[in-house]
């Protein structure tokens, strides 16, 4: 089995290199150390400083008091954490192009998973190469290393201070401050001499968790490999995955949509020989300098036809609010799978049919959603339930598939549930001959209708396991009510006459 290899990527000014990319005025006017300021417990506290103030001796934490009294020049700017965070995301982003697996570590850290990827740039140092190129377009202030254990290669690229012949070599070497536990743990394992992490790996873990918490074997187990661990993605890794990249960065946004259809073919191929169908498609489009432009679309069945995932790629492109802007080109295209289902081979029909017909009408269900929005095109699912406003759901088609069977009628027969139903139902004026009994007028929109003929009752109660507790519901009974125009109604009871409140009366739908 392949051992893993892991990246981390650490920016130790990620917030002030942020603000010197994004605000360059307001860093220009600081024209001195800068740090940047949250309020906290009452008081102004530095939360980031950027190189020149921490080479004055301020860090994150100090009071704002006690910095200025220590370097009066010092400029200050309130942070933003959200952006701050949203850099990191950014960042994030563009190291998809080196692995699917990218993981944040908030507030200034990336881990990558580059198991099976390096031999993609020449081996590690040549990834190492292009990653430190590309990042200098987000920061400028980098620290990386490479180890078998995502804690490790954190733990090397934030406390390694020289070169060693080795990673274990390099692990034995770091100090305690490494397994970043709390503080009074770390100023319990100095007064006990124990200072790099050499120093605990011989000792048996008993006495260690005795003595400084269970914490820190599990900790150090980690960081030196002897438990396996691994990432989480921000990302779930696809089913499928298909890229190209360019010597030369395609500059047209057409061309980048031809390239997406060729990725298209691919997949379909692959897809046909595992007789699956995919139901959602990514496309990421990997700009030179850094952005990506994400674009996904979904179908309501599984689908693996190339020429209908282009056409709903198109329809998505069309449907953009804003053009895609290649910038300075996509060096790099990349079409994910991530939902596969099981999809047998069609059937061809010599005259057509229903199953031809139900494709049309799912890619028009398609095209719609990708135009207009997934969440405005819906579909009605029926529901098992006797309560009529809740028989219906509406929901969006590309996602709802029936699960049951629509209730019909006995041939010849009218229909049992009506054709519009008022929801709410309106109250309606009834004339009946006895309290329990079938309604023989009723008058509705201050019209009076004379009843000639009718169907019921039909009762319907309220389900006992939604009621709420001490609710003990009314009961319903429906009657199909004919009046002397031939205009039919569903009409219904709402409570029984022992029941309380009293009873009253409603029209719930129209039958024509």
């Known amino acids: 089995m392949t051992a893993r290899r892991y990246l981390a990527l650490w920016f130790p000014f990620l917030a002030t290199d942020r603000l010197a990319r994004c605000s360059p005025a307001s860093v220009r006017r600081a024209d001195g ?15 980031a400083c950027d190189p020149a103030a921490v080479a004055l001796g301020l860090a994150a934490g100090m009071t704002l008091a006690d910095a200025r009294a220590r370097v009066p020049e010092l400029a200050a700017i309130e942070a933003d954490p959200a952006a701050d965070m949203a850099w990191l995301e950014r960042i994030a982003d563009a190291c998809d192009r080196f692995t699917p697996g990218v993981m944040t570590e908030p507030p200034d850290g990336i881990a990558l998973d580059i198991t099976g990827c390096a031999h993609l740039f020449g081996g590690e140092y040549g990834l190492l190469a292009e990653v430190e190129a590309r990042m200098r377009r987000w920061t400028g202030h980098l620290r990386h290393a490479l180890a078998d254990t995502p804690e490790g290669a954190r733990a090397l690229a934030r406390f390694q201070t020289a070169p060693s012949s080795s990673e274990a070599a390099a692990l034995r070497r770091l100090p305690v401050a490494a397994l970043e536990l709390d503080a009074e743990a770390e100023r319990s394992l100095r007064r006990a001499g124990l200072k790099t992490f050499g120093d605990l790996a011989d000792r048996p873990a008993e006495p260690l968790a005795a003595r400084f918490g269970i914490e820190l074997p599990d900790r150090l187990d980690r960081v030196l490999g002897r438990t396996g661990s691994r990432i989480t993605p921000r990302r779930a890794p696809p089913a499928l995955l298909f890229e190209c990249r360019f010597a030369e960065p395609i500059a047209r946004a057409d061309d980048a949509v031809a390239v997406i259809g060729e990725l298209a073919q691919q997949a379909g191929a692959e897809m046909e020989e595992q007789r699956k169908g995919g139901r959602r498609f990514v496309a990421r489009l990997f700009r030179s300098d850094g952005h990506v432009v994400d674009l996904a679309v979904e179908c309501g069945a599984p689908l693996r036809d190339p020429a ?21 080109g996509f060096d790099m295209i990349r079409l994910a799978v991530p939902r596969v289902e099981p999809l047998a081979a069609a059937q061809l029909q010599l005259e057509g049919g229903s199953d031809r017909a139900e494709e ?36 969006p088609a590309i996602e709802a598939s029936a699960p049951m069977l629509w209730a019909t009628s006995d041939p010849g027969e009218p229909p049992h549930r009506p054709i519009h139903l008022f929801d709410p139902p309106q109250p309606v004026e009834v004339i009946a001959e006895l309290p329990d009994g079938p309604p023989r007028r009723f008058r509705w929109r201050r019209n009076l ?46 409570g029984l006459y022992d029941e309380k409140p009293a009873p009253r009366w409603y029209v719930h739908g129209l039958f024509a």
């Not at 095109?377 to 759901?393: G, K, M, N, S, Y």
């Not at 507790?469 to 219904?492: A, I, M, N, S």
Request: hydrophobic fraction near 40%.
């Open 449 to 494: 209708h004379e009843v000639s003929r009718f169907e019921g009752p039909e009762r319907i109660a309220a389900e006992w396991w939604r009621r709420a507790p001490g609710d003990p519901g009314l009961t319903r009974d429906y009657y199909r009510v004919e009046d002397v125009r031939g205009r039919r109604f569903w009409l219904f009871r709402h």
């Open 33 to 47: 150390p800068l740090g940047l300021t949250e309020r906290h417990k009452g008081a102004v506290r530095l939360t």
């Open 360 to 395: 049309a009408i799912g890619e028009l269900v398609d095209r719609l959603s990708m135009r207009a929005g997934a969440r405005r095109i819906r579909r009605f699912v029926a529901r098992d339930t006797h309560i009529p406003e809740q028989a219906v759901l509406a929901l």
């Open 308 to 328: 209908r995932i282009m056409r709903l790629f198109t329809e998505r492109v069309a449907a953009l609010s804003d053009p895609i802007d290649p910038g300075f």
